[in-house]
């Protein structure tokens, strides 16, 4: 419950929200701008004519019930779209209100993050089997390989059959690629958002401490949100945002929250790219090499990679300004090797 008014307030897309189950029948898709604080910051410095932040897509779906994996509610067509995401922002009800419907009947996060995570181990189960019944046959010729693989796939099935999610199956790298070839739904990585209502937005409550629990066991993250307060967030310009956060007592609103949670559960960074004509914010994968990073903003980049003429984010603050960092010795010269780092500030040299 709150999924919708959630990826309203996100991507002012206009998707129905309504107090009723599956609301959502086909996917709605928003293009979310990222906000940094420090892409402000540079484009005020640089005076440049043109501001562009990252982005995400968020795909807002139909929501998921007990046998989806048999193609029950909506199921089918939510593990459909679910398998072309990168991440799982699963939206779970932490407040009670007798005139808002509860699929299940009653207020209970556990239970309701027990259901999602079932459903995709059922469908998980499906895809293995199927690819156990391939291998067998494909071993009977003894290539090496694709017995290392029904190994691998074998010993998964015990897993998921435990009601253990993928994403918490050991591999070694030998067996990863046939882990990877399965592109299964519950190793994906998951966010939980905990609609609480206005009272609980500061402090939570004891269903978001369940929420909490239930999110240690494979670290992931979670963020609170009041799907009412944002609808209400999403129609006020800037100012008004800010006057209203401080009212709240809040820092800032459930996109801001959100998308950091999103980029740390990905392993994304932001790295910036400042002049006269734009200044821009770029997503790469933490980790990233200069000539992969590059390439995210034109593939000549990465192919005639030469150097990354780079400065941290404070310290060409500091400065003020491209020359002043120059002209205080401070602009690294980075070659092929260097892993670039949140909030640096790159020029790329290349040969066309």
Not at 103 to 116: A, C, F, K, L, Y
Not at 159 to 181: C, P, V
């Amino acid at each position: 419950m709150g999924k919708s008014t959630l990826f309203n307030a996100l991507s002012d897309a206009g998707a129905d929200a309504a107090n009723f189950p599956f609301c959502t029948i086909d996917p709605n898709i928003g293009i979310v701008p990222v906000p940094d604080e420090r892409l402000d910051t540079l484009h005020e410095l640089v005076e440049s004519k043109q501001k562009t932040p990252a982005s995400v897509e968020f795909v807002d779906i139909a929501g998921l019930v007990k046998g989806a994996s048999e193609g029950k509610g909506k199921g089918n067509a939510f593990l459909s779209h679910i398998r072309e995401v990168d991440l799982i922002v699963h939206v779970v009800r932490c407040f009670d209100d007798p005139n808002v419907i509860h699929v299940e009947g009653s207020v209970n996060p556990e239970r309701d993050i027990r259901i999602i995570e079932d459903e995709l181990i059922l469908k998980d189960l499906e895809t293995v089997e199927k690819r156990i019944d391939s291998l067998q046959s494909q071993a009977k010729s003894g290539d090496k390989d694709i017995i290392k693989q029904l190994e691998v796939v074998e010993r998964l099935k015990d897993h998921l059959e435990e009601s253990k999610a993928a994403r918490s199956f050991t591999i070694d790298k030998e067996g990863k690629k046939a882990f990877n070839d399965l592109f299964l739904l519950s190793a994906k990585p998951v966010l939980f958002a905990c609609n609480v209502s206005e009272d609980d937005l500061d402090s939570g409550n004891e269903w978001v401490e369940t929420v909490r629990e239930i999110a240690r066991i494979h670290e992931d993250e979670v963020v609170m949100f009041c799907a009412k307060i944002e609808a209400e967030i999403a129609e006020l310009d800037e100012d008004e945002k800010q006057a209203f956060f401080e009212e709240m007592g809040i820092e800032s609103g459930g996109l801001s929250r959100l998308i950091r949670a999103a980029y740390k559960e990905l392993g994304l960074i932001t790295y910036f790219t400042a002049g006269p004509k734009e200044s821009r914010a770029w997503t790469v994968r933490k980790g990233s090499k200069a000539p992969e990073a590059a390439g995210v903003i034109h593939t000549d980049f990465e192919r005639g990679f030469i150097r990354a003429e780079t400065v941290s984010y404070p310290v060409y603050v500091e400065l003020g300004s491209e020359k002043a960092v120059r002209d205080a010795g401070k602009m690294r010269q980075e070659g092929k090797d260097y892993i670039v780092q949140d909030g640096d500030v790159i020029l790329f040299r290349f040969n066309v």
